[in-house]
């Protein structure tokens, strides 16, 4: 990949290459925004991130979302009603994307002109089915990318996952690559643990060599917001949506049999998993065989705050647990490598960091091990799959694959995005930037 081939950076006075990108939260929720600029070409080019947004989508928007997950992961609805909705949902999403893209284009002070494309990524409709030929997967957008191209004259590049699976592959993660780009560093290895509505890790290997990407590692480990915001609406029968802070679980203690029946169910879920080289769901983990647990227990014998007290061990012992395991994997590996055996840094990202409760058992069960918020390396949170998305735009706009497929299972990395041309000015532009980006030999290894 030339683009990670370290060129010697050129200065950052070079006028800034812009690139937008826009994340919808795999529950339809939430979406983010941002504008990055590179300064030059290549993985040693500076990287400006110009400016982030993220706000809550409307309810009706998100029930009409996750209806339409629900109906996808039918066998048998009916295709009137689908095509209806998948249309209803594409239209309101552009309207909401396109009205991102005029806040943050405004708070950036960029007009449309500077800003070479916006891509777009959501979790997308993913539904497996059996043919003649055997069993496929499909994949669908849900960026309505001719009328957001139409409506703002921007370039817009979607449907991340599409050469993927056409690849074979699962259609992700794809994060993990533009995560590296940002958060690797020369002289140690890293983990970033992702406390978001599924909590995730990802190791991040220290930039030594042309080849260090290759050493990424995925891993989705735990339902984490999903759970204990359906615990918290639950027991406060929608008094509260989300236990703000950990108000209320700083206030209970660990029910020593609800932990053990939760740590059974996590152990069955690992055990009849299929997924050998990274467990990944674009929806991710779903808490409902958790909390079948509480369904079939009187929880009345239970105050709110010991069960969500209780949940928050139960997080924190299986991330903490993960970690381990990779420390463990990634030491074997380093042995096997010579390279210097030590310790991979900690990083946090996800709304999860803000649940003190829930950061201080997970470094009690990391032995206190150091653990740094993203936010000190200059990144928001919020935001961030915003940034990653707006990476794999400039990507895809330099030609440069983006899928590992020693995560994703494809069978090759390609350059990734469907490209939707915008006005015929923007369209120009774009074509004669990517006319100056070569795209990256392919070795024998990797094209075989």
């Given at each position: 990949?030339?683009?990670?081939?370290?060129?010697?950076?050129?200065?950052?006075?070079?006028?800034?290459?812009?690139?937008?990108?826009?994340s919808?939260?795999?529950?339809?929720?939430?979406?983010?925004?941002?504008?990055?600029?590179?300064?030059?070409?290549?993985?040693?080019?500076p990287?400006?991130?110009?400016?982030?947004?993220?706000?809550?989508?409307?309810?009706e928007?998100?029930?009409a979302?996750?209806?339409?997950?629900?109906?996808?992961?039918?066998?048998?609805?009916?295709?009137?009603?689908?095509f209806?909705?998948?249309?209803?949902?594409?239209?309101?999403?552009?309207?909401?994307?396109?009205?991102?893209?005029?806040?943050?284009?405004?708070?950036?002070?960029?007009s449309?002109?500077?800003?070479?494309?916006?891509?777009?990524?959501?979790?997308?409709?993913?539904?497996?089915?059996?043919?003649q030929?055997?069993?496929?997967?499909s994949?669908q957008?849900?960026?309505?990318?001719?009328?957001?191209?139409?409506?703002?004259?921007?370039?817009?590049?979607?449907?991340?996952?599409?050469?993927?699976?056409?690849?074979?592959?699962?259609?992700?993660?794809?994060?993990?690559?533009p995560?590296?780009?940002?958060?690797?560093?020369?002289?140690?290895?890293?983990?970033?643990?992702?406390?978001?509505?599924?909590?995730?890790?990802?190791?991040?290997?220290?930039?030594?060599?042309v080849?260090?990407?290759?050493?990424i590692?995925?891993?989705?480990?735990?339902?984490?917001?999903?759970?204990?915001d359906?615990?918290?609406?639950?027991?406060?029968?929608?008094?509260?949506?989300i236990?703000?802070?950990?108000?209320?679980?700083?206030?209970?203690?660990?029910?020593?049999?609800?932990?053990?029946?939760?740590?059974?169910?996590?152990?069955?879920?690992?055990?009849?998993?299929?997924?050998?080289?990274?467990?990944?769901?674009?929806?991710?983990?779903?808490?409902?065989?958790?909390?079948?647990?509480?369904?079939?227990?009187?929880?009345?014998?239970?105050?709110?705050?010991?069960?969500?007290?209780?949940?928050?061990?139960?997080?924190?012992?299986?991330?903490?647990?993960?970690?381990?395991?990779?420390?463990?994997?990634?030491?074997?590996?380093t042995?096997?490598?010579?390279?210097?055996?030590?310790?991979?840094?900690?990083?946090?990202?996800?709304?999860g960091?803000?649940?003190?409760?829930?950061?201080?058992?997970?470094?009690?069960?990391?032995?206190?091990?150091?653990?740094?918020?993203?936010?000190?390396l200059?990144?928001?949170?919020?935001?961030?799959?915003?940034?990653?998305?707006?990476?794999?735009?400039?990507?895809?706009?330099?030609?440069?694959p983006?899928?590992?497929?020693?995560?994703t299972?494809?069978?090759?990395?390609?350059?990734?995005?469907?490209?939707?041309?915008?006005?015929?000015?923007?369209?120009?532009?774009?074509?004669?930037?990517?006319?100056?980006?070569?795209?990256?030999?392919?070795?024998?290894?990797?094209?075989?």
């Amino acid at each position: 990949m030339a683009f990670l081939q370290f060129p010697s950076a050129p200065k950052k006075d070079n006028p800034p290459r812009w690139f937008g990108g826009i994340s919808i939260s795999s529950g339809g929720r939430r979406i983010e925004s941002a504008v990055i600029g590179s300064h030059g070409r290549g993985g040693g080019s500076p990287i400006e991130i110009r400016k982030t947004i993220s706000f809550d989508l409307p309810p009706e928007i998100t029930s009409a979302y996750i209806e339409l997950q629900r109906i996808c992961s039918s066998d048998n609805a009916p295709i009137g009603v689908f095509f209806s909705l998948y249309q209803h949902v594409l239209r309101e999403l552009a309207s909401v994307e396109e009205e991102a893209i005029g806040e943050l284009l405004s708070d950036a002070h960029l007009s449309k002109n500077d800003v070479l494309a916006f891509g777009v990524k959501d979790s997308g409709l993913f539904h497996r089915h059996q043919s003649q030929q055997g069993n496929f997967l499909s994949y669908q957008s849900l960026c309505d990318a001719p009328y957001l191209a139409e409506q703002t004259g921007l370039n817009i590049i979607d449907a991340f996952p599409e050469q993927d699976v056409a690849s074979n592959g699962r259609g992700g993660p794809l994060l993990p690559l533009p995560m590296w780009v940002f958060l690797k560093s020369d002289t140690a290895d890293r983990i970033l643990i992702d406390l978001g509505a599924t909590a995730r890790i990802i190791f991040l290997p220290r930039a030594e060599n042309v080849f260090s990407h290759q050493r990424i590692l995925y891993r989705d480990i735990i339902p984490c917001g999903s759970l204990l915001d359906s615990l918290t609406r639950s027991l406060t029968q929608g008094k509260m949506s989300i236990d703000n802070g950990g108000k209320l679980t700083v206030q209970g203690c660990q029910l020593p049999e609800l932990l053990d029946a939760l740590r059974a169910v996590q152990s069955e879920r690992q055990r009849t998993s299929k997924t050998q080289t990274s467990n990944w769901n674009p929806l991710g983990i779903s808490p409902s065989p958790f909390l079948e647990v509480l369904a079939h227990r009187n929880t009345s014998e239970y105050t709110v705050q010991d069960i969500l007290c209780t949940a928050n061990a139960f997080i924190a012992e299986c991330v903490a647990d993960a970690i381990l395991n990779m420390f463990s994997e990634t030491e074997r590996e380093t042995e096997n490598n010579d390279s210097k055996n030590t310790e991979p840094e900690l990083l946090i990202t996800g709304s999860g960091q803000l649940h003190g409760l829930l950061v201080n058992l997970l470094s009690s069960h990391l032995n206190k091990r150091p653990i740094m918020p993203i936010a000190r390396l200059g990144f928001s949170s919020d935001c961030f799959d915003a940034v990653n998305t707006a990476m794999l735009t400039l990507m895809a706009a330099d030609q440069i694959p983006s899928n590992l497929p020693s995560l994703t299972g494809s069978d090759t990395s390609r350059p990734l995005g469907r490209i939707t041309s915008g006005s015929a000015a923007a369209w120009q532009r774009l074509l004669n930037e990517m006319t100056l980006s070569k795209p990256a030999a392919r070795n024998l290894r990797s094209a075989v």
